[in-house]
């Protein structure tokens, strides 16, 4: 996948050269994300700590996000999640048996995720892996074809295997829930650019994600502000959101992706040369099947409504369609349920 451009500021360092990576097998798993917490908000992008509940409900995706007196998962502690889910699918792509629990070098896990690897930073990842533990998810989402309401912690638990006389981890055993790990097994993933570890801003790895998981290989992705807002769990006003979006455009670093304001006060995500890999153009929808979602769905933002059903229409083989207004309102009238 492509990187972020050359000489952009704002990017953190690589700290650990591409080469290194391979000098051990673990690092051949290339980054992976669950569809599921790509599409909606989880994590906290607060840098303190963030003891609010939060409550999103979109298009019937209901989800609560309570947190432990150590405050919620931020989206910095996912890169934890992110190198568990990496190395599960390797596994799985290898043929080999995977389980819930797996067992990981700290040293390991901060090298991939373009960490430090101070005694500072085996600080703050023992603190990630109890906020981990502690944020309580309550949803509906469906995961690997199966919706149920259900509670867990992100991860089920986690324990220091080995560590130093000084105390710092060496090695960690992670257990992850059920839910997640149904989706790792289901294949309900998608590959990251290695360039989102060096994403400074929470609210830039956030955008970076609903821009992979919407617009994926596609032409183009164009979205609401009010929509962005909300699938991003920002808790800053609009008016600020919308500044930190421009301000994005005018950095122009996010990996993959460029990101253009059009009139409408909508965002558009393109990918940058290179990534769009599917050869069938993608069906383009008249203004009147557009018009027909609105009424089937009111209150839906529509332009990601025909994202989603791109997403669908890609990762089913790309088909040609004869009529693909008929095809979307149709899939429109089965999500209405």
Not at 84 to 102: E, F, K
Not at 199 to 217: D, F, N, Q, T, V
């Amino acid at each position: 996948m492509s990187s972020a451009v050359t000489g952009a500021g704002g990017l953190l360092p690589d700290r650990h050269k591409q080469s290194d990576f391979f000098l051990c097998d673990i690092f051949d798993a290339i980054p992976k994300d669950d569809i599921a917490s790509m599409e909606h908000p989880l994590f906290s992008l607060a840098t303190r700590p963030d003891r609010r509940i939060l409550q999103y409900d979109h298009n019937g995706t209901e989800i609560t996000v309570t947190p432990s007196v150590r405050g919620l998962a931020t989206i910095h502690d996912k890169d934890i999640l992110l190198f568990c889910i990496s190395q599960l699918m390797a596994g799985i792509n290898a043929g080999r048996t995977v389980s819930r629990t797996l067992h990981l070098k700290a040293h390991d896990l901060l090298v991939a995720t373009n960490r430090e690897t101070s005694g500072d930073s085996y600080r703050r990842l023992r603190e990630a892996f109890e906020r981990l533990a502690g944020t309580r998810i309550t949803t509906n989402i469906v995961t690997g074809d199966k919706e149920v309401t259900t509670g867990f912690g992100l991860i089920e638990s986690w324990q220091i295997e080995r560590k130093t006389r000084g105390g710092r981890m060496v090695s960690v055993a992670v257990t992850l829930s059920e839910w997640l790990f149904r989706a790792v097994v289901s294949k309900s993933v998608l590959t990251l650019s290695r360039d989102y570890f060096r994403l400074r801003k929470p609210l830039e790895r956030r955008i970076y994600e609903l821009a992979r998981k919407h617009c994926g290989r596609q032409p183009a992705w164009t979205v609401s502000v009010d929509t962005l807002l909300k699938k991003s769990g920002s808790a800053s006003p609009r008016r600020v959101f919308r500044k930190m979006l421009r301000d994005m455009i005018e950095a122009n670093h996010l990996p993959d992706y460029e990101i253009e304001e059009v009139p409408g006060d909508l965002m558009r995500f393109t990918p940058r040369g290179g990534l769009v890999s599917v050869d069938v153009p993608p069906p383009i929808l008249s203004a009147d099947a557009l018009e027909e979602a609105r009424r089937l769905m009111p209150g839906t933002d529509v332009y990601a409504l025909e994202a989603d059903w791109r997403g669908v229409w890609a990762r089913t083989g790309a088909q040609r369609l004869r009529k693909p207004d008929a095809a979307f309102l149709g899939w429109v009238k089965k999500r209405k349920g």
